[in-house]
């Protein structure tokens, strides 16, 4: 897959990033301070319009896709279409899990070696890089097919909205890069992510007062205890399918028989074909107690991510830039989810975690490492403009 016509050297390329630190740093510090949590979608049009606004004088073409929930979701076009070369896409999300004045308890600061605030790892920093090394290439005119750059806003809550848009563009392209975070310190290129579903089971059972009446009552909360020892019992590890019940309520008051009881179970499937077997087994629930109802919904919400080929080569492509760069890049699989399920799953070879190295995504400790961002970025250009 290396381009030929891409005159450029590596450890140029290496040199030329790190002089521009500061500005992927300015950058970075903008996008943190414009708060974005995935619901309040006037914040998250706020972060949007400081990257519409620095794009503008990359000459960026920009397509907003007004939304009525969620906040506006970007696409980017740089460079021109290409008949021979489909466009690489770049996957990136702007809102955070952090709520507004967040900012008060976790300013954004450099400390320790570390740039600290929340958003920074997921995924601010991913997107800063993208646009230094989107910058870079342009102004070096190394950038030999068209780079398509879109930035949803409800990633964080499960990216109904933006999954159809996801989806077109990236049947448009060759690959897909994901921005989100590397996986761990020293930070490793993920090629598979395991797919995710959500089942609910509730149990309607028959109330009695558990003194007067206890032979008449049919304990809800009784039946979902039996059910959720079936339910765990899902999981089989050597496939990479865990089965998670997670939450439970039931009951009213101890001397009730229960009437009502629900549990909320997480699903994770490393493999494609494994969502029927799930399925399957959810739909062969049976109340152990006759006179108990089982109501079961759910299913499969993001398929997961296959260590494919086509993956796979764009990896080692990745592997050998990090070496002429001067440093070893590992390969990762990991259980939680990305937007690179979904393109993945359409077979778009789709190389994830070519965002920032750091720690803490989701928590108060939410950090990047500096000195991992200059090379970062430049295994990000070297990949764009080699691919
Ligand atoms: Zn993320």
């Not at 972060?47 to 990359?58: F, I, K, N």
């Not at 929930?69 to 702007?94: C, S, W, Y």
């Not at 890049?329 to 789709?350: K, Q, V």
């Not at 990000?380 to 080699?386: G, K, N, V």
Request: charged residues 25%; proline residues 4%; contains cysteine.
């Amino acid at each position: 897959m290396v381009n030929k016509s891409a005159i450029y050297s590596v450890p140029g390329l290496a040199e030329a990033i790190s002089t521009q630190t500061q500005k992927t740093l300015k950058t970075l510090q903008k996008l943190v301070e414009f708060e974005s949590p995935s619901d309040d979608k006037a914040a998250v049009n706020r972060c949007v319009e400081a990257v519409s606004e620095h794009v503008t004088h990359l000459g960026a073409r920009i397509r907003r896709h007004r939304q009525k929930v969620f906040g506006d979701i970007l696409e980017l076009r740089f460079g021109r279409a290409n008949k021979t070369q489909k466009p690489i896409m770049l996957l990136g999300h702007l809102d955070t899990v952090w709520p507004l004045g967040t900012l008060k308890k976790m300013p954004y600061r450099i400390a320790d070696g570390r740039v600290w605030g929340p958003g920074t790892l997921d995924m601010k920093a991913g997107v800063a890089m993208a646009l230094s090394a989107i910058e870079h290439l342009q102004k070096e005119n190394l950038l030999n097919r068209q780079i398509i750059f879109l930035l949803n806003s409800d990633e964080e809550v499960g990216s109904t909205a933006s999954r159809p848009i996801t989806e077109k563009l990236a049947r448009e392209s060759a690959a897909v890069f994901v921005l989100e975070p590397a996986q761990g310190i020293p930070g490793a290129y993920k090629t598979a992510r395991k797919g995710i579903g959500n089942y609910t089971v509730k149990v309607a059972g028959i109330a009695a007062h558990s003194g007067v009446d206890f032979e008449r009552g049919h304990s809800a909360v009784h039946e979902l205890a039996h059910q959720i020892g079936i339910i765990q019992s899902f999981t089989e590890l050597d496939r990479g399918i865990t089965v998670n019940v997670g939450t439970i309520q039931g009951g009213t008051r101890s001397n009730v028989v229960a009437a009502e009881a629900t549990a909320e179970v997480d699903v994770r499937i490393a493999r494609a074909k494994d969502a029927t077997r799930i399925e399957k087994r959810f739909k062969s629930l049976r109340p152990r107690d006759r006179s108990c109802v089982l109501h079961i919904e759910g299913g499969l919400n993001r398929p997961p991510m296959e260590r494919t080929k086509g993956t796979v080569a764009l990896y080692r492509q990745a592997a050998t830039l990090a070496a002429q760069l001067g440093f070893e890049l590992a390969e990762a699989a990991t259980g939680g989810g990305s937007d690179g399920n979904f393109t993945s799953a359409l077979g778009i070879p789709t190389l994830d975690g070519m965002g920032a190295v750091g720690e803490g995504a989701h928590a108060t400790h939410e950090s990047v490492l500096l000195d991992d961002l200059a090379p970062r970025t430049a295994l990000l250009a070297a990949m764009l403009a080699s691919v």
